[in-house]
Every structure is written in structure tokens, then in C-alpha cells.
């Protein structure tokens, strides 16, 4: 979502998962990480009171070509919020984002009798109704069933799959390298290992790609979990960037790293 802000466009992130003080501790222990070399973490930066770290931040962030904002979204917020969200955006910054929603289960169903799979279809089709309408794009989180862990990507894998695989255009999964290179699904002693490694070797992979017409490896990236960073093998890493601001200390800065 950085790296879209860093090329010009507006997003806007709706978190259902972690809380907005969370992410942005993470993103500013992300670009301080990358600056000294070292690991840098979210409680680090909660805790600090550091001038050359407020100084390095606001270097770091002060140019941008895009926008990027975050919104915690409330308990049981529905599809109805969620395009109340963009049309909100629309009216104050007269462009409509390419909307991030984190994740797909977290979201409300207009109807408490639901089952969880009637939920599901539901807000899948009207997601889809709502980028259509909007002529936007809206990428959605959706988090995976257990046994589907250490295991080939399958878009049978996303929890209450069906209307999420025949509405969405694109499927992409972020997952372990080794299970790609063997082509099954990994050893419990594999799996561990995989997970205990510092630096995570993983491939985005397409189950479905509408547009291309095609399935298969669209990059592959290393992990490091001690700096919450992504780097793309061959590749140079994602840039942030954001409003230039009058920034006292890394408080401030953390406290306006989204809109």
C-alpha cells in the first residue's frame, strides 16, 4: 500500500484486523529499520523519545507523489460502511481510492441471522458492485483455512470460498518459496523451519488472473521478520513517502504517518 502512495495514487486502507496506532508504529520502526541497518521495533518506537529519529523520519516522508489513509473501521461495520467510507473520501478529496480492505471475514454481514458463507457471497458480490460503481479498484485481505498452511495455493484454501473465487478478477497468495519449488505441500518439520527463519523466502503466486489470462509465480520476495520489511529478489524495496507536516517529535510523526 506504500508503494502504490509512493507511485500516485490515493488509497485508503480499511483496517478491520489491527488497531491504527498498531500499523503506524510499524510502518515508522519499517523506514527507521531500513535507515540504521538494524532492527528497530514497534515497541522501540512507542518507548523512544529520540530527536535523530524524528529528524531521519521526517526526511524520509516529507516527499511524496500519492496519499495514503488509514481507517480503523468500527465492531460489526458492514459493506454499507465500507461504501460510505469511499464516498466520503470522494466528496473531500474529489478522487475515489484504490481501496484496501483488511480482511474480507471481518466484515459484517447486513443480516445477524447470516450463516458465515451467505456473509461471505454476500459482501464478495457486493464489494465487486461497489468497485463497479465507483470504477475502482478494491483488493481484500482474506485470511485462509488452518489446513491450508504449508500447502500449494488453492483459491479453495480462503475461508468460505466460492463467491470470493467467481467475483474476484485476481487471486494472489503470499507463501512459503519451498512449497512452490517441490510442488506439494511441506513436512510438519518443514513448515517449522520455514516459520523459525529470520529472513523468509516467499513467492506471490496467482490462482486467478483475470486480465492476463494466467496462473503461476508473479514475483518472489524476502521476509525480514525483525523489520517488517518485504523486498522483491532482484528488485529494489518499496519506498513510502507522505504530506510534508510540522513534526516535534516521533509521537507526532507516528501519529500522522496516515490521514
Not at 522501540?44 to 481507517?71: A, I, P
Not at 483455512?145 to 463467491?163: H, I, M, Q, V
Not at 525480514?224 to 518485504?230: A, E, I, L, Q, T
Request: proline letters at 2%; glycine letters at 6%; a neutral charge.
Amino acid at each position: 500500500m506504500d508503494a502504490l502512495a509512493y507511485n500516485g495514487h490515493h488509497v485508503l486502507y480499511l483496517t478491520f484486523e489491527e488497531s491504527a496506532s498498531d500499523i503506524k508504529a510499524r510502518l515508522a520502526s519499517k523506514i527507521l529499520s531500513e535507515h540504521y541497518g538494524k532492527a528497530i521495533t514497534p515497541k522501540d518506537v512507542r518507548l523512544e523519545r529520540n530527536e535523530e529519529w524524528t529528524r531521519v523520519l521526517f526526511k524520509k516522508v516529507s516527499d511524496r507523489n500519492g496519499y495514503l489513509y488509514m481507517k480503523e473501521m468500527k465492531f460489526r461495520a458492514t459493506i454499507k460502511d465500507i461504501e460510505d467510507e469511499i464516498r466520503s473520501f470522494k466528496s473531500i478529496h474529489k478522487k475515489v481510492p484504490f481501496v484496501i480492505i483488511d480482511s474480507l471475514q471481518r466484515v459484517a454481514g447486513l443480516n445477524d441471522n447470516m450463516m458465515e458463507k451467505q456473509k461471505l457471497d454476500e459482501n464478495t458480490e457486493g464489494i465487486r458492485k461497489i468497485a463497479g460503481k465507483y470504477n475502482t479498484h478494491i483488493m481484500t485481505i482474506s485470511l485462509v483455512n488452518r489446513e491450508a498452511y504449508g500447502k500449494f495455493p488453492d483459491s479453495g484454501a480462503l475461508k468460505g470460498s466460492g463467491d470470493i473465487e467467481y467475483q474476484s478478477d485476481n487471486i494472489f497468495f503470499l507463501c512459503y518459496k519451498a512449497v512452490i519449488d517441490q510442488g506439494k505441500k511441506l513436512t510438519p518439520k518443514q513448515l517449522a523451519q520455514e516459520k523459525g527463519n529470520t529472513v523468509k523466502e516467499l513467492t506471490l503466486y496467482a490462482t486467478k488472473n483475470r486480465q492476463a489470462g494466467m496462473e503461476g509465480v508473479v514475483t518472489e520476495l524476502l521476509f525480514y521478520g525483525d523489520r517488517s520489511k518485504f523486498e522483491e529478489v532482484g528488485g529494489e524495496a518499496a519506498k513510502f513517502n507522505t504530506d510534508s507536516m510540522e513534526i516535534k517529535s516521533v509521537d507526532d510523526l507516528v501519529g500522522n504517518l496516515y490521514e
